[in-house]
């Protein structure tokens, strides 16, 4: 009897040492967690300026995802160009030296309209009086899916209105390994910095010549990808729209229909051509929702687009022709200055 009672005490008393472990060790993980995440928050290693104690313009080197939550906030700059690789290469120095304005480039690879609309919205909660915004609609924007679906991860979070979401987001384990280098940041003890006007000149690392890569010219002659959208209806352009409604109206919106090489056009008369037609005539009555807005169309015929040893790939051009697209972005916003001025001195 006393032999059973014993073992059955001691039963018991195991039991309670494990239950009080676990629960111990749970409120200690927990307690590491929000102690972790608090840290995070107030050392705001992103630099979103959302509930940071101790600030620091910039960000390390990092991928420009995360890294445009800081550039786009930037009060240096008073424009922007966003978009995926296909205007990663229009130069923010040279845009801001021949315009007088001052642009950040917030342009994301492998990233269509939804992200890029996000960015936009970002950039635009932060400078109320923005003076100009470059956009680059490739064939992405032509989409006739409403959900804009995205094909690789991007962090909406960091960009939200949402506060909530915005902490939520925060718990990941990416922002843990964040903290050091933000610490090592913050104290000044490694002070390299993401280039705080986001270009990045990427030819060097890409094998250059289309016509001389066998197996990029055996593409030229492949059918052609075409725009997919036969229908009547643009999510990506209604969501443009939308943004466009908040953008100031003194700010001039600019958009770039980026140049593909010209076997990649839709063929003439056939149903890709009407569908590029069809998108296109959409995007210029979202043009005419709103003033102050340039449309630069590489993607069509022109003579430029003819010499393949000025692109990497079908999409994908080089620093020359980028110099050009650059040109004819000074040339439309140089013009919408000048008719502002008019309208002005008319207005008096």
């Known amino acids: 009897m006393n032999s059973s009672t014993s073992d059955s005490d001691c039963a018991d008393r195991g039991g309670d040492s494990w239950r009080e472990f676990v629960v111990t060790f749970v409120l200690a993980l927990a307690v590491l967690l929000v102690g972790v995440s608090a840290v995070a928050l107030a050392l705001d290693p992103f630099d979103t300026g959302r509930l940071a104690l101790f600030s620091k313009p910039g960000t390390r080197p990092q991928g420009p995802r995360t890294a445009n939550?800081?550039?786009?906030?930037?009060?240096?700059?008073?424009?922007?160009?966003?978009?995926?690789?296909?205007?990663?290469l229009l130069s923010p120095e040279r845009l801001s030296a021949n315009t007088g304005l001052t642009f950040v480039q917030l342009s994301v690879p492998g990233t269509g309209p939804k992200e890029q609309l996000t960015i936009a919205e970002w950039f635009i909660r932060h400078h109320p009086n923005g003076r100009a915004l470059i956009i680059g609609a490739d064939e992405r924007w032509c989409t006739d899916d409403p959900e804009m679906r995205v094909e690789h991860l991007f962090p909406f979070w960091m960009y939200t209105e949402s506060l909530p979401e915005y902490v939520r987001g925060m718990l990941r384990e990416r922002t843990l390994g964040e903290l050091s280098y933000r610490i090592f940041f913050l104290l000044g003890i490694r002070n390299a910095r993401s280039r705080p006007d986001g270009y990045w000149d990427y030819e060097p690392d890409v094998e250059i010549g289309y016509a001389d890569r066998p197996r990029m010219r055996d593409r030229v002659g492949a059918p052609v990808r075409g725009l997919g959208n036969q229908g009547k209806t643009f999510p990506a352009l209604e969501g443009l729209k939308a943004l466009l409604q908040r953008v100031p109206e003194q700010t001039v919106v600019a958009i770039v229909l980026p140049p593909v090489v010209a076997e990649w056009l839709p063929p003439p008369g056939s149903a890709a051509e009407r569908a590029d037609q069809s998108c296109k005539r959409a995007l210029f009555d979202v043009a005419q929702s709103r003033p102050k807005f340039t449309l630069n169309d590489w993607r069509r015929d022109r003579a430029e687009i003819h010499d393949q040893l000025l692109f990497f790939d079908e999409t994908h051009y080089r620093l020359p022709l980028a110099r050009l697209v650059e040109d004819e972005i000074v040339s439309a916003l140089r013009r919408e200055a000048v008719r502002a001025v008019g309208v002005g001195t008319n207005n008096q």
Request: neutral net charge.
């Open 69 to 88: 939550a800081s550039r786009g906030r930037d009060p240096a700059y008073d424009s922007a160009i966003i978009g995926n690789s296909h205007v990663q």
